[in-house]
T-cell receptor
């Protein structure tokens, strides 16, 4: 696994827990993303950070809280989640330039909310 | 909003045969980019091939090629000489300038030995 690293790979949490997902990239990219992947649904863009500033929220519930302390790291803080939040959470990064803006993905964090 | 539709939730192909995965999209833009991503089981999503809408020539990457029909807003992926390692979820994606990437729901490809 190279490029974009996500930890943990698997997480099980209760609805009252507080946990965080971590994403790290050393590709020199200046944009980072959180996507939610649920079965049989298109990937849902949750958050975009460009040059460490959040540029899109997409009406994500406040129980998901992103943090981007620098251009190489991205976190997704989770608290009081619901069972329907169980999904694969994908982090991606890219060069924010005009053009194709190809995304490089991490392997994902599989979240199960009990 | 632009939408991406993959009408085939599942496809299967015999090893060494050819398979075509379908994708259509809806947009009012004239300049945009199209992508196919592959997500193997329990592994990360990787870019397979991309196409710039202003290019008439279909993109090709080794055994992977696309049939881009701009007027029909169709972007199918052809996999030739299928291999067991091609088994994965395949996602079609669209992006226009200044917009974020939009994905289809995916097609699960099974390769039979």
């Amino acid at each position: 696994e190279t490029g974009v690293t996500q930890t943990p790979r698997h997480l099980v949490m209760g609805m009252t827990n507080k946990k965080s997902l971590k994403c790290e990239q050393h590709l020199g990219h200046n944009a980072m993303y959180w996507y939610k992947q649920s079965a049989k649904k298109p990937l849902e863009l949750m958050f975009v950070y460009s040059l460490e500033e959040r540029v899109e929220n997409n009406s994500v519930p406040s129980r998901f809280s992103p943090e981007c302390p620098n251009s190489s790291h991205l976190f997704l803080h989770l608290h009081t989640l619901q069972p329907e939040d169980s999904a694969l959470y994908l982090c991606a990064s890219s060069h924010l330039i005009n053009g194709a803006n190809v995304l490089t993905f991490g392997a994902g964090s599989r979240l199960t909310v009990l | 909003a632009q939408t991406v539709t993959q009408s085939q939730p599942e496809m299967s192909v015999q090893e060494a045969e050819t398979v075509t995965l379908s994708c259509t999209y809806d947009t009012s833009e004239s300049d945009y980019y199209l992508f196919w991503y592959k997500q193997p089981p329990s592994r990360q999503m990787i870019l397979v091939i991309r196409q710039e809408a202003y290019k008439q020539q279909n993109a090709t990457e080794n055994r992977f090629s696309v049939n881009f029909q701009k007027a029909a807003k169709s972007f199918s992926l052809k996999i030739s000489d299928s291999q067991l390692g091609d088994a994965a979820m395949y996602f079609c994606a669209y992006r226009s300038e200044g917009d974020d990437m939009r994905f289809g729901a995916g097609t699960r490809l099974t390769v039979k030995p």
